[in-house]
């Protein structure tokens, strides 16, 4: 069994099954419809979300070979939420007898960089430390579009200002996007944030698909606000440590534990630290600066882009979209 995605999916390139997938990939690609790119010219609407060729062939991939376990703990996100912020503070929550805080972020190629990416080709697992159960992945999928099999895992969703969202998003791909492509103007990301069409977009579908999925499991999703992270990182920190099977013992409380994770994950540190100072990030076919995961860091910078008539359509299509869901805006 030869290793081609990564090393968590096994699968032959001549056997029968991948053969059938790379059948319905081509299939899919000339049947569904197609929309703009953000980085790229197409995105292609897959059972209601836009990917681009590369995921959707991941997602198929996924649904044949991906094996859950159920002690598999998945961080899920739409892009530019605190997904970087939350790994972080999940991983050193989870391994904080295992790893030091002195020597956490010390090396190259420090246990952080190996969580494997579920859709994604970067992150090989190299590192057996990160892989031993409970297992963490990372997955920018709506839930809907994930393998049933992963009903059974635990999984933390962290959602955000969909304004700050659109503006992390923007300047982000901006930096991906293909040179032979004129450049994307903010209003043109805006108006296409607003329909729908962006990566693993739309982004109100994917808030309402782990937001439905957590009131149907509320042992089995955590359902964050990237705001309540940054105004009570205290209290969400203990939540992580409680859900991920960890909680902070009055030992550790008394030592100041919870307040080292905080600190060691913060934006500056996080930011400062020679690995990510440096270097580059593989994501799929593209390569972007470590440094652009920590771009400012804050709530509310929509306010230096949008106008308040974005806004007010911006912050429209969020109220009717969560209406009766029971899921509080960014605005209340
Ligand atoms: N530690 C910490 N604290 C607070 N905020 C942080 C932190 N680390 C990253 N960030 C900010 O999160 C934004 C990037 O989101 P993601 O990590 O989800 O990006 S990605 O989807 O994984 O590419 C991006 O937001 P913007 O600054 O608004 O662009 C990052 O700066």
Known sequence: MSLRFTSFIEYEED???????????????????????????????????????????????LDTYFKSEPTDIVLASFMKSGTTWLKTLM?????????????????????????????MKSYPMTDSTTFSAPRLFITHFA?????????????????????????????????????DLTPLSFDEAFELFCLGVSEFGPFWEHVLSYWRASLESPDKILFLRYEELKKQPEVVVRKL????????????????????????????????????????????????????????????????????????RIDGITKQKFQGSGLIGFNE
Not at 92 to 118: C, E, G
Not at 154 to 171: A, G, I, N, Q, T
Not at 263 to 268: A, G, H, P, V, Y
């Open 143 to 179: 839930r809907t579009l994930l393998p049933a099999c992963m009903s059974s895992c635990k999984f933390v969703y962290v959602c955000r200002d969909p304004k700050d969202v659109l503006v992390s998003k923007w300047h982000f791909m901006c930096k991906l996007r293909s040179k």
């Open 15 to 61: 056997d029968v099954e991948y053969n059938k997938i790379c059948d319905e990939h081509k299939h899919l690609l000339e049947t569904l419809p197609k929309g703009s790119g953000w980085s790229i010219q197409h995105l292609y609407n897959y059972n209601g979300f836009w990917i681009d060729e590369m995921l959707l062939k991941a997602i198929l991939l």
């Open 241 to 312: 440590a409680d859900f991920m099977g960890k909680p902070i013992t009055m030992e550790e409380e008394k030592k100041g534990v919870v307040w080292e994770i905080i600190n060691l994950c913060s934006f500056e540190n996080l930011r400062n630290l020679e690995v990510n100072k440096k270097g580059v990030e593989k994501l799929g076919n593209f390569e972007v600066e470590k440094q652009s995961f920590f771009r400012k860091g804050e709530i509310g910078d929509w306010k230096n882009y949008l106008s308040e008539e974005m806004k007010d």
């Open 91 to 119: 991983f050193s929550t989870l391994n904080r007898d295992r790893y030091s805080f002195s020597n956490h972020f010390l090396h190259n190629n420090h246990p952080l960089s190996t969580i494997p990416f579920l859709g």
